[in-house]
């Protein structure tokens, strides 16, 4: 952190109660989450507060459609939310119901106390109202009989309401926003706010609903005929969770909230109506208000009526909770707008779990094992090391610069970016063992303590990388501590720059794969990589499918083709086989495991020339024996009369690469 913060109070929208929780509930909780685990591990104080937005018109209608009670549809309904949470890891310290007493009993005393004031009057009101939003908008708001905000049509009404002054606040909240320029998160989100201030004259705010159209909410006070209007009962939650009103000293340690969490749909409410509200009730203003953009298909917003929101628990039990987490924080940038598919989801799961973190992963204590005997391997000190170290030098500068960063990055919103720069230097943890080649190394005389400093270097940079990955990836990043032999496996962002926390001739483990690859499941051209497969209608006029071509001699099909899977491998050790001349046993890592061949190249290569290549193997071949040594697949080569070279890879790519 720039400066460390005297405390942390975070916050979610609570969400409505009228069906189950989708992507987009999830993404703006697990911000939530990876936020309050980074000031956690800084140790500051810190509270994370979500919960479920329970009265309204909305829940009403949910409940009289399942043939329920209001509060039995909520009942039944926030159980879908906590146990998301809990699939999701999500670490909330309150999840508060705004059908709890704690919470009506606030909003009860806050309405009196308004009203009592002359700050909530009665009046007449004509004009058009929105189900789907609980607004009411003036004729020359609504489109064409539509609501100006969702599209759904609008009803015309003629009702006596109570309205909170709100308009009278309009010209201090355009100077309050416009003096406070961290309050409304991103900037171009506070000038949207300004332009609708300055451009329109703020009416006041309907806060009640009459029984006789609506039951379902919390009781005025002061005149029982009525019920609070949502907006007003759900914003309240944000103060009434933390002691407002029935814990001064709570109040005092929590309030003024940090950062209000909000998708970009909800800005006016939490922009507008909240800060009035706030300032009417004499209550400091929240920090920050950070709006985020939505979840696309394609150009498409997520919405549960065009069905085509993605259900997180099938993210879950499809690629895990952790991979799931990475994905929503590093694919969007926050405050603009990101989009969704599978395709995407595999792609960086691939490139940036399997393929970088979890083959360093792989190779870092692949290596401790075989060359240290499972112990973490010792540091050479700078008086005994003997050796140039300029490279394990330049690899710590990189990875405490990004930890020295990441403060910088989490107080601006740029998780995404944060995770990019992470992402970084584990590549360059991989290009470094590439270019000091310990399986070198470890072949000659006298180099134990430099093999020792080499990886002892890969193992402190992979720490720190999985340090400040723990926020967003909790279980995967714990398993990569533990197998590290660190006790504590919950690390101290604080504490990540010193060199020497890991502990030689600790035990290391094997933690296995920690993501392993995910394979593209044959689709057509518009369906997602889970989608169960089904054949295209052919075209007219259409050649007919490669699949379905006559059999040539000579020739394969193409699925023939892609079903053969080929994979980068780092030679890791090669040596004669007796009795055998042009035989060779290579011991080779494919990323997520290691591997022995048999290659018949032993005329062509000797032992040492191989260690350390970056080669191509058919990874799919069923195992076979050759002199009696088993072959568990085989590397690709080119010949010419008696002249044959191995095909490799150009660059630093690694292992476990798909080729294609």
């Known amino acids: 952190m720039s400066e460390k913060p005297s405390k942390y109070y975070v916050t979610t929208p609570i969400y409505y109660v009228n069906d189950k929780p989708h992507i987009g509930h999830s993404y703006t909780t697990i911000l939530a989450d990876v936020l309050a685990n980074y000031h956690r591990l800084l140790d500051v104080p810190t509270h994370f507060l979500t919960g479920t937005d329970e009265h309204g018109q909305k829940v009403q209608q949910a409940a009289d459609a399942n043939g329920i009670t209001p509060q039995e549809q909520c009942d039944q309904t926030v159980i879908r939310f906590q146990e998301l949470w809990k699939c999701l890891e999500i670490k909330n310290d309150d999840f508060i119901r705004t059908t709890e007493p704690r919470h009506k009993t606030v909003v009860q005393q806050t309405l009196q106390e308004l009203f009592d004031r002359d700050e909530i009057y009665k009046a007449e009101y004509e004009g058009w109202y929105c189900v789907g939003c609980e607004r009411f908008f003036t004729e020359k708001d609504v489109v064409e009989g539509n609501c100006p905000e969702c599209g759904r049509k609008v009803d015309s009404i003629v009702e006596s309401n109570y309205f909170f002054r709100m308009g009278k606040y309009q010209e201090w909240l355009i100077d309050y926003i416009e003096t406070h320029p961290d309050f409304i998160q991103p900037a171009f989100r506070a000038n949207e706010t300004l332009g609708f ?229 584990v590549r360059k943890i991989n290009v470094y063992l590439q270019e000091r080649a310990p399986w070198a190394l470890a072949k000659q005389e006298g180099t134990e303590v430099e093999v020792a400093h080499c990886l002892y270097t890969a193992a402190e940079c992979l720490r720190v990388c999985a340090g400040l990955l723990y926020p967003v990836m909790p279980g995967k990043m714990h398993a990569l501590r533990t197998a590290l032999g660190m006790a504590d496996a919950k690390p101290h962002l604080g504490k990540l720059s010193e060199f020497g926390v890991l502990i030689p001739g600790s035990k290391i483990s094997q933690p296995g794969a920690l993501f392993p690859r995910i394979e593209a499941k044959k689709t057509d051209e518009t369906s997602s990589l889970v989608a169960k497969e089904q054949k295209p209608a052919k075209k007219k006029n259409q050649p007919a499918e490669i699949g379905n071509q006559k059999s040539t001699p000579g020739l394969i099909t193409f699925d023939q083709v892609m079903n053969v899977n080929l994979k980068t491998a780092v030679v890791l050790e090669a040596e004669k086989i007796e009795g055998a001349d042009k035989l060779l046993k290579l011991q080779v890592d494919l990323g997520d495991e290691q591997r022995q061949l048999v290659a018949g190249i032993a005329l062509h290569y000797k032992p040492e020339e191989l260690v350390g290549k970056t080669i191509v193997v058919v990874a799919n071949l069923k195992p076979a024996k050759l002199r009696g040594v088993k072959s568990e697949g085989m590397l690709l080569a080119a010949s010419i009369g008696d002249s044959l070279k191995l095909v490799t890879v150009e660059g630093n790519l690694g292992a476990g690469a798909s080729v294609k």
């Open 197 to 425: 201030l300055k451009t329109k004259e703020l009416q006041d705010l309907c806060i009640s609903r009459p029984k006789s159209r609506l039951a379902w909410g919390i009781e005025l006070p002061f005149d029982a005929g009525f019920v609070t209007y949502v907006w007003f009962d759900a914003l309240i939650n944000y103060i009434s969770a933390v002691g407002y009103k029935s814990d001064e000293e709570q109040f005092k340690k929590w309030w003024p909230c940090s950062t209000h969490l909000i998708g970009k749909d909800i800005l006016t409410t939490h922009t507008v109506y909240w800060p009035t509200m706030l300032k009417a009730m004499n209550v400091a203003m929240p920090e920050s208000i950070f709006a985020h953009g939505w979840w696309l298909t394609g150009r498409t917003k997520m919405s549960k009526s065009l069905g085509n929101v993605v259900d997180p628990m099938d993210m879950i039990d499809t690629y895990g909770v952790d991979a799931f987490r990475y994905f929503l924080i590093a694919e969007m940038t926050l405050g603009q707008d990101a989009s969704f598919t599978e395709e995407a989801f595999v792609k960086r799961y691939n490139s940036d779990l399997a393929n970088d973190l979890g083959n360093v992963t792989n190779r870092v204590l692949n290596m401790i094992s075989r060359y240290c005997d499972d112990k973490m391997p010792a540091p050479a000190s700078s008086a005994d090391a003997g050796f140039d170290t300029v490279l394990e030098d330049g690899l710590w500068k990189e990875a405490i610069a990004i930890a020295g960063e990441m403060g910088s990055l989490i107080d601006n919103m740029k998780l995404d970016r944060s995770v990019a720069m992470v992402l970084s230097v």
